[in-house]
């Protein structure tokens, strides 16, 4: 398959964000001066995910979330922090920690795979490389730079204005790259966001699925691979 380009997601395909996450959520108890305990870290979680429910930030096929999902999630920040805050009955600025948290987490540049870095730079010399990503420029434009010396474009979601998979998020990047959308293979590992948004764009896509989940119904990939390395045999 002769792919011109090849269009990559971030986190969960090429980086890591549990590692960011991490690095992110220990970054935050710091600051408050709270151990990093199990207890702390089981705390953080269940009141991020009530929050990030409540704004139903994983229903990505919603209109409204595809349109205004940034200012929901710096709004689900607040909310999040604020419940810790009061949770632990300490008193801090909300801006900060979402700030520390956010600059922690663009510190993280942790690879899915071992080779994942070595793979990317060998494709880059048969293909156009792009990078699409659902994040904030804050956090992905730091933990990109690694890949921009082998990449054509990026384009994240919070400059673009709106998230795959939204029709808008592929139209701009099939206007910007000057290619019809045949010319261009999506690899991710969001069946909902990067692979459904993928093929109604009219193009081919490639499901990363590195745990070997099965492939449920609705979804039409035109290939799935468990590792990146799988890649330069299946695009040319």
Known sequence: MGYKFLIFDVDGTL????DAYVRAQRAVAERL?????QEYISLDEKLDWEVWEEFGLDNT???DIQMNYHRYYYDHLRQH?????QALGIRRDVEDLMGCYLDHAALSCKWMEENTFEIYKQLAGAHKLVLATNGVSRVQRPRLRPLLPYTEAVF???ELGCIKPAQGFFRRMLADLQCPPEDCLMVGDS???DIAGAVAAGMAACWY?????ALPAGFSPACTVR???????ICG
């Open 191 to 193: 069946l909902s966001s």
């Open 156 to 158: 994240i979601s919070e």
């Open 33 to 37: 001066g709270v151990a990093y305990t």
């Open 61 to 63: 096929s919603d209109p």
């Open 81 to 85: 922090f604020s419940r810790l805050l």
């Open 15 to 18: 980086l890591d964000f549990g």
């Open 209 to 213: 699925n590195p745990k070997g989940k």
């Open 227 to 233: 590792s990146i390395g799988e890649l330069p045999a």
